[in-house]
């Protein structure tokens, strides 16, 4: 069990690796609202990566594989990054540091709700964890344990370099002025965008 969650490790590196919208738009969070709130955001995140893999486990990785379906999935993700991505670099009401990490509780579960269903939307990410777990599973057969631990091991590698990402944004705010953070915005309004664009022309255009 110990070696199988040691193993989760590799791939939740690899995938920390990765630069997409989801970092996006945890940095800008913590750089403007704060790391606590940042982190609320986060555990929606890594919530919406356990829901994909809890889906891929009970066998609904041939339905996401439809092409029906993918391609349903691929146009409906790209247009809502690539909206929300023109929405932040247009955004200007953010260009101020408003900390406000002792938000009221509803507003701390929209936070929660934002970073959970904005990860979702992305399509590389269902058709990451339905790939994974479909990988996965064959080598785990019979041990549900080590199956279990080995998740645990990738989800756990995601969260905590997500949260060192945030609280590093976190620590350099103080350099940023606010229109450094303006342009920030427009950077990531910029990246997301361009993230949408890039999955829709890859996968529906020249798939």
């Not at 893999?53 to 809502?80: D, R, T």
């Not at 080598?139 to 997500?162: E, M, R």
């Not at 350099?172 to 606010?178: E, G």
Request: with cysteine.
């Amino acid at each position: 069990m110990i070696n199988a969650f040691f193993s989760g490790i590799v791939p939740g590196l690899i995938l920390s690796a990765a630069i997409g919208p989801v970092f996006f738009l945890l940095v800008q969070t913590s750089i403007q609202r704060g790391f606590k709130l940042a982190m609320i955001m986060e555990f929606g995140i890594v919530l919406s990566d356990s829901f994909c893999i809890f889906l891929a486990y009970l066998g609904l990785a041939s339905f996401f594989q439809n092409p029906e379906y993918k391609e349903l999935i691929f146009i409906a993700g790209s247009i809502v990054l690539v909206v929300f991505g023109v929405f932040m670099f247009l955004s200007h009401k953010k260009s101020t540091f408003e900390v406000d990490e002792e938000m009221r509780k509803g507003d701390r579960m929209k936070l929660f709700w934002k970073g959970f269903f904005f990860n979702i939307s992305n399509p590389s990410v269902i058709f990451f964890w339905m790939g994974f777990v479909g990988l996965t599973i064959p080598s785990y057969v019979g041990n549900k344990l080590n199956l279990l631990a080995y998740f645990i091991g990738t989800l756990l590698t995601v969260f905590s370099i997500d949260v060192l990402k945030a609280w590093s944004a976190h620590k350099i705010k103080v350099y940023m002025t606010p229109k450094a953070m303006s342009n920030f915005n427009k950077i990531s309004g910029i990246g997301i965008a361009t993230f949408g664009v890039f999955v829709f022309v890859k996968e529906i255009l020249f798939k």
